[in-house]
């Protein structure tokens, strides 16, 4: 059954450093979307991705992240200069168009 | 309460009885979401009611829709230990919005 993927599964930043989170959505969907999910706390989400631009975002999603789809698989999110607060577990979705399914997420740490 | 918030927030059965979970939600929605996450873990979508639907079952989920109340239950039935996980209601709006708004789950322990 296909499923989304993402890498890493953990990764730990210092505080101003820039990261890249990885995602394959499945590969017949259309839609795209980042959520996170800071510890103890709900799942939120982040932005909406679909015919090559952003076509939702949250508050969250501020001028620090930015979305790209480099080519015709992969689904990244970049954080430009991360801050203690964005330590979450970041998952990838996908959707055809309704059902959004889940990576396994990332699991960010900045320190 | 909050859009999507779940109801109980913890749940504990013995192995073969069932699970009932309930969300509710505040603006109008095109679809509800349930999904199952264990700890520390992926969300796995289990099933979608749309607005103009009132029940949908798969497999031992049974998912209801009363959208003049604005609430959803969920109901497993015949728990497994393999159930235990947290619950989740996510809801779409009905301005076409994709973006799920979740609530903050039930966590279901399922004695064997």
């Known amino acids: 059954e296909p499923e989304v993927t993402q890498t890493p599964s953990h990764q730990v930043t210092q505080m101003g450093q820039e990261v890249i989170l990885r995602c394959v959505p499945i590969?017949?969907?259309?839609?795209f979307y980042w959520y996170r999910q800071i510890l103890g706390q709900k799942v939120e989400f982040l932005v909406s991705?679909?015919?090559?631009?952003?076509?939702?975002k949250s508050e969250i999603f501020d001028d620090q992240f930015s979305v790209e789809r480099p080519d015709g698989s992969n689904f990244t999110l970049k954080i430009r200069s991360t801050k203690l607060e964005d330590s979450a577990m970041y998952f990838c979705a996908s959707s055809i168009p309704w059902e959004q399914y889940f990576g396994p997420g990332t699991r960010l740490t900045v320190t | 309460s909050q859009q999507g918030e779940e109801d109980p927030q913890a749940l504990s059965i013995q192995e073969g009885e069932n699970a009932t979970m309930n969300c509710s939600y505040k603006?109008?929605?095109?679809?509800l979401q349930w999904y199952r996450q264990n700890s520390g873990r992926g969300l796995v979508h289990l099933i979608l009611i749309r607005s103009n639907e009132r029940e949908k079952h798969s497999g031992r989920l049974r998912v209801t829709l009363d959208t003049s109340k604005k609430s959803s239950s969920l109901l497993i039935t015949a728990s497994r230990a393999a159930d235990t996980a947290s619950y989740f209601c996510a809801t779409a709006q009905k301005t076409g919005r994709r973006a799920l708004t979740f609530g903050s789950g039930t966590r279901l322990q399922v004695q064997p």
């Open positions: 603006t109008s929605i095109n679809n």
């Open positions: 590969s017949n969907h259309l839609y």
């Open positions: 991705f679909y015919n090559n631009e952003i076509s939702e």
